[in-house]
C-alpha cells in the first residue's frame, strides 16, 4: 500500500492535500493534526529519518494564504521513498509541537527555524537560539526583515580595548 | 573502552564541585575553524559537551532571496569550502530541477568528474588533517600536495583555484579542452601512489590506531534518527548512497561501489574516507574514458544560458539575447513551485530546498548543510571519552564551520 492510501484510510482525505512536482511527493496537512500524522508516518510507513526541516514566509508570495509553511523532508531508507510534508501556521504566536520525540535530528533542525523565523515548537527539549546571539530580539529570514541597513550591529555595546 | 564516567558513586553527590568547565575553542588549531565548545570534565573525561555555534553565520540564505541562480553561486561555494564545486554542482541540480532542464551530456560527465575531484579534495584534507592533530604530521604533508595539484585542475579548467563559480544554470561557464583531460590523467597516476603511501604511514600504525579504534561510536539507529548521512553513516553500516539511490548527473552509467563499514568508530570513518577516494578515482578513470563530445550547454534558444560569444559580438541578435539573460530586469520565466533536490556531496546530503515566484531568484532558498546535521550528535558521541579525544572525533565528523553557520 502505498503512503498516500495509507495516509487516507487513516485520516479524512479532505485535510490532506497530495500534490507532485518533477520526482517531489508532497503532502500539504493541516497544523492541528501535525503529531498523529508524523508518528503514523515513522512508526507505520516506514519514514525512520527526517532529513530536512525548514520554513518559508510567505508573507509577500502571490496568493499566499498563510503566513508559515514549516517542511518536513521525511526519508524512509529501506525503501528510499521520499515524502515532503508540509503544514501552515499563522500569526500571532507560530507555534507547532516539536517532533523531538519521533526524530532526534529536529533537535538543531528546529532551533534553527525558531532562530530565524520565531516560530516555537512546543515540547523541544531546549528552544534557544542557535545561529544568532541570544541578545538578538528580531528573526532574520523572515521577509519583513530588510536585507540591509542600520540596526542591530548598532544596538550592541562596543568594548574597547580599554574596557575588555 | 570508554570510562564509564556513570559508575562513580561521587557522580551521586548533589553538589559536583569537582567537575571542571574548559571552554574549547572559538580559535582553536583542531576546530579548523570557529566553533566553540564547553566541556564539563571530571578529571580528564568528558562528561558534557555544549557546543555553541553562529560565528561564521553571515546571512547566507537571506542573500539567496536576493540573487539570482546564477549569482547565489558565488555564495554556495563559500559555503563548504573544502570542497567549492560540489556545493555548486549540487545548487545547479536543484536549479535545473525546478526549471525542468536537462544538461548535456558532456556537461554531465564534466560536473561528474569536478564533484569526485571535490571528494578527493575533501577526503584528503579531512585524512590529513585527522593524521595532523593526532601528531601524525608527513601524511598531512603529502595530503597537501595532492590537492594543491587538484588545485591547479579546477584553476586551468575554471581560471579560478579556490572559489570558483565555475557552473551556471544549463551548464559551465567554459568548456574544457583534452590538455585539461591529461592533466587530470597525470595527477592520477601520482595519486594512487601517495594513496598506498597514506595507508602504509597511517592504516596499521599502532598510536593512530589506539587514538581513533572504539572512540566516537554511532550506531546505525542513531545515524538514521539523527539525520546522518554520507560517511558517517556508512562507517556505521547505513547502506545509503544518493549517487546510487537516486541518480543523478552521469552516476548511472558509471562503475562503482557504495563503501560501507561496521564499526560505526573514528577508525570506521578513516577507513571509509581511504576506500571511497579509490572509488572516485575508478570513476574518474571512466569519465574521462568516455567523456562525450558536443555541446556543453543547453541551447541558447532556451533563453536561459548567454550565446556563444563569437555570435554576441558579431550578431545584434545574440547581443539582444545576452543581454536579456544578463539584465537583472528581463530574465526568464521560472515555475510558481518548490523542489527539494539533494546530491551526495562529500560530507553527506547536500540538499537545497528551493521556493520559485515565478522570477530568475528564488524566493527562498534553503540549505540542508551536513555539517549542521552532523555537528548535532557530537555530544552524544563525545560523552566518557578523554579530552584527548575531542579532537579526533571532531575531525572523523569532518565539520567545515562555514557551512554549518551559513
Known amino acids: ?164 | 573502552m570508554p570510562f564509564e564516567v556513570s559508575d562513580l558513586a561521587e557522580m551521586d553527590a548533589p553538589e559536583k564541585e569537582y567537575l571542571w568547565t574548559l571552554n574549547f575553542g572559538p580559535q582553536h588549531p583542531a576546530t579548523h575553524t570557529t566553533l566553540r565548545l564547553i566541556l564539563t570534565l571530571d578529571g580528564e573525561t568528558v562528561i558534557n559537551a555544549l557546543p555553541h555555534i553562529g560565528y561564521l553565520h553571515s546571512g547566507f540564505e537571506k542573500l539567496g532571496e536576493h540573487l539570482d541562480f546564477n549569482q547565489y553561486v558565488t555564495i554556495v561555494d563559500r559555503m563548504n569550502y573544502i570542497s567549492p564545486l560540489a556545493n555548486e554542482i549540487s545548487w545547479h541540480h536543484a536549479v535545473e530541477k525546478l526549471l525542468g532542464i536537462e544538461i548535456t551530456p558532456r556537461c554531465k560527465y564534466l560536473r561528474t568528474i569536478l564533484a569526485e575531484l571535490m571528494r578527493l579534495h575533501d577526503h584528503l584534507l579531512n585524512v590529513g588533517t585527522t593524521g595532523l592533530d593526532l601528531g601524525a604530521f608527513t601524511a598531512f604533508l603529502y595530503a597537501f600536495y595532492q590537492r594543491e595539484k587538484i588545485y591547479d585542475i579546477v584553476e586551468s579548467a575554471s581560471g579560478q583555484r579556490f572559489h570558483t563559480s565555475y557552473t551556471r544554470v544549463g551548464g559551465v561557464m567554459f568548456d574544457v579542452n583534452n590538455a585539461w583531460v591529461d592533466k587530470i590523467r597525470d595527477f592520477l597516476k601520482g595519486f594512487m601512489p601517495v594513496h598506498a603511501e597514506v595507508h602504509r604511514l597511517l592504516t596499521r600504525n599502532r598510536i593512530f590506531i589506539d587514538r581513533l579504534k572504539g572512540v566516537g561510536y554511532l550506531s546505525g539507529e542513531d545515524c538514521i534518527n539523527m539525520g546522518v548521512t554520507g560517511p558517517l553513516a556508512r562507517a556505521s553500516g547505513v547502506l545509503r548512497d544518493l549517487r546510487k539511490d537516486e541518480p543523478y548527473l552521469a552516476y548511472p552509467d558509471l562503475d562503482f561501489k557504495i563503501v560501507a563499514a561496521k564499526d560505526g568508530d573514528c577508525y570506521a570513518r578513516y577507513l571509509v574516507r581511504m576506500q571511497e577516494m579509490l572509488e572516485s578515482v575508478k570513476i574518474i578513470e571512466q569519465c574521462l574514458d568516455n567523456i562525450p563530445e558536443g555541446p556543453v550547454n543547453i541551447d541558447a534558444q532556451t533563453h536561459i544560458v548567454p550565446p556563444a560569444k563569437p555570435s554576441v559580438y558579431r550578431s545584434i541578435e545574440g547581443l539582444i539575447q545576452h543581454f536579456e539573460v544578463m539584465m537583472p530586469n528581463r530574465g526568464y520565466e521560472t515555475p510558481r513551485e518548490e523542489i527539494y533536490a539533494a546530491t551526495e556531496s562529500p560530507n553527506g546530503e547536500l540538499g537545497y530546498y528551493i521556493v520559485g515566484d515565478g522570477s530568475p531568484r528564488s524566493y527562498r532558498a534553503r540549505t540542508r548543510p551536513p555539517s549542521y546535521i552532523h555537528f548535532a550528535v557530537f555530544p552524544q558521541i563525545i560523552k566518557g571519552h578523554q579530552l584527548s579525544d575531542v579532537v579526533a572525533v571532531l575531525g572523523s565528523l569532518n565539520i567545515i564551520a562555514a557551512e554549518l553557520d551559513r
Open chain 1, 1 to 164: 500500500m502505498s503512503t498516500a492510501e495509507a495516509l487516507k484510510a487513516k485520516f479524512p482525505e479532505d485535510e490532506l492535500v497530495f500534490s507532485e512536482f518533477r520526482d517531489n511527493h508532497r503532502v500539504a496537512v493541516p497544523a492541528a493534526k501535525l503529531m498523529p500524522i508524523l508518528s503514523m508516518l515513522k512508526s507505520e510507513c516506514g519514514f525512520d529519518m527526517l532529513a530536512e526541516l525548514t520554513a518559508v514566509d510567505y508573507l509577500e508570495y502571490e496568493g499566499a494564504t498563510d503566513r508559515f509553511g514549516v517542511v518536513y523532508v521525511l526519508l524512509n531508507n529501506t525503501s528510499g521513498e521520499r515524502l515532503i510534508l508540509k503544514t501552515f501556521v499563522n500569526d500571532p504566536n507560530p507555534s507547532l509541537p516539536s517532533v523531538y520525540s519521533l526524530w532526534k535530528s529536529a533537535d538543531w533542525l528546529e532551533r534553527e527555524v525558531y532562530d530565524m523565523f520565531g516560530i516555537t515548537f512546543a515540547g523541544h527539549p531546549d528552544l534557544r537560539r542557535i545561529l544568532m546571539p541570544d541578545e538578538f530580539t528580531a528573526f532574520p529570514l523572515r521577509k519583513d526583515y530588510p536585507l540591509k541597513g542600520r540596526g542591530e550591529r548598532h544596538n550592541f555595546p562596543i568594548v574597547t580595548r580599554a574596557d575588555s
